[in-house]
Structures are given as structure tokens and as C-alpha cells.
């Protein structure tokens, strides 16, 4: 059973720092590209960044480019979300989603929450 | 402002079809493929159909999907309680260089 599990949210201050990790199982993590899409309360999904199932091509949506840096690790089926320079309007649950090809995300987190406040 | 168009709301009575659209332009759903998301407020988004008309295992034959040009739309026929939910669609985007979403349409089943 494919499986992926978000963890490191929490509340930080603008300007602050914090890093997502999603921890993949039930499928070969090194075949898939990977993503990380967010929701801000109340609002509707945002794609936030891809990696691709080697890691050498990433793409980043304009609101947080220079800002997040998306990573893996498929020795330890992980996937990671460096959040640096947040903001208040980056305030969101973020998902992690499998990219099973062409951008379609098959299977997806349950999310963690991120909340920037002064 | 979404770069994909969806109306904010739907609805429908029981065994009603209804149909929710998504409008875009040329770099994206013009040349790319639509993919369709449902999700039930407070749970992670699921995936109901890909490239444009394709439904995973496990979706009831009574969701469609269709594409013409740079419009793409999801029909549910037969309606159920169960439907009720915000529906997404998404697809990459050539000149964007990433994958864009719709505003989301919350379906109602009255």
C-alpha cells in the first residue's frame, strides 16, 4: 500500500526557517518525480515544487522560488521541503504527491500544517 | 486569480448529472493534459481522472472527463450524497514551467 507521510510542520515567525520531510513506502520512491502542493485555510491548492524521480531536474512555482529548496533522499525514500524566509501568506497545509507521470499526482499525504505568525 | 477558470459552485439533486468546467489557455490545458482532484473539506485531496478521460481504479464509471481546445470539464452523472465535495483541475503549464490548479469548484447535492 503506497504510503506517504508528512511531518516538521509547526508554527514559526516571518522570516523563520523549517523543513518538510515526507516519508514515502509501499512503492520503488527512486521511479517516481515527487511534488509538494500547499492550502492555505480556506483557499484552494497551490502547487509548490517538483523533483523528478533522480533529483537532477526541479521545478518551483514563482511565489517561492529562492525561498524553498525541494530535495530527496531515495536511499531513505524521503522527500524534503526546505522553507527558508517565510511569510505570513505562506501559511498552508502542505501534501506531498507521487507524480505517477505527466504531472499526475496519484497519491497524496495527509498533510502538515505550517503557520507563520508574528 | 487561478490561471485555470472553475465556476466556485455546483450543484445538483440526487441522481441529477451535473458538470463543472475548466478554461484555460494554450500553454496549458491547450497543450497539456487535465487531471481532475476531489476533495472532501478537512482530508487530502484524491485523484478522480487523468489525462483528460482516464479514470483510476476504484472511480465509479459515473464521472467522465472531456477536452476541447483549451476547456476541459468533469460530468457526474447519477448524483449521490457522496459527491459532495471541492473539485480541482489541474495541468502543466509550458510558459509557467509548472503544474497549475483551478480555483476549485465546491459541488452542493441538495
Known amino acids: 500500500e503506497v504510503q506517504l507521510v508528512e511531518s516538521g510542520g509547526g508554527l514559526v515567525k516571518p522570516g523563520g526557517s523549517l523543513r518538510l520531510s515526507c516519508a514515502a513506502s509501499?512503492?520503488?520512491?527512486?521511479?517516481?518525480?515527487m511534488n509538494w502542493v500547499r492550502q492555505a485555510p480556506g483557499k484552494g491548492l497551490e502547487w509548490v515544487s517538483s523533483v523528478s524521480y533522480s533529483g537532477r531536474t526541479i521545478f518551483y512555482a514563482d511565489s517561492v522560488r529562492g525561498r524553498f529548496t525541494i530535495s530527496r533522499d531515495n536511499a531513505k525514500n524521503s522527500l524534503y521541503l526546505q522553507m527558508n524566509s517565510l511569510r505570513v501568506e505562506d501559511t498552508a497545509v502542505y501534501y506531498c504527491?507521487?507524480?505517477?507521470?505527466?504531472?499526475?499526482?496519484?497519491?497524496w499525504g495527509q498533510g502538515t500544517l505550517v503557520t507563520v505568525s508574528p | 486569480q487561478s490561471v485555470l477558470t472553475q465556476p466556485p459552485s455546483a450543484s445538483g439533486t440526487p441522481g441529477q448529472r451535473v458538470t463543472i468546467s475548466c478554461s484555460g489557455s494554450?500553454?496549458?490545458?491547450?497543450?497539456?493534459?487535465v487531471y481532475w482532484y476531489k476533495q472532501v473539506p478537512g482530508t487530502a485531496p484524491k485523484l478522480l481522472m487523468y489525462?483528460?478521460?482516464q479514470r483510476p481504479s476504484g472511480v465509479p464509471d459515473r464521472f467522465s472527463g472531456s477536452k476541447s481546445g483549451t476547456s476541459a470539464s468533469l460530468a457526474i452523472s447519477g448524483l449521490r450524497s457522496e459527491d459532495e465535495a471541492d473539485y480541482y483541475c489541474?495541468?502543466?503549464?509550458?510558459?509557467?514551467?509548472?503544474?497549475?490548479f483551478g480555483g476549485g469548484t465546491k459541488l452542493t447535492v441538495l
Open positions: 504527491a507521487r507524480d505517477e507521470d505527466n504531472w499526475n499526482f496519484d497519491y
Open positions: 489525462r483528460n478521460n
Open positions: 494554450s500553454s496549458n490545458i491547450g497543450s497539456n493534459y
Open positions: 489541474a495541468a502543466w503549464d509550458d510558459s509557467l514551467n509548472g503544474v497549475v
Open positions: 509501499g512503492f520503488t520512491f527512486s521511479s517516481h518525480g
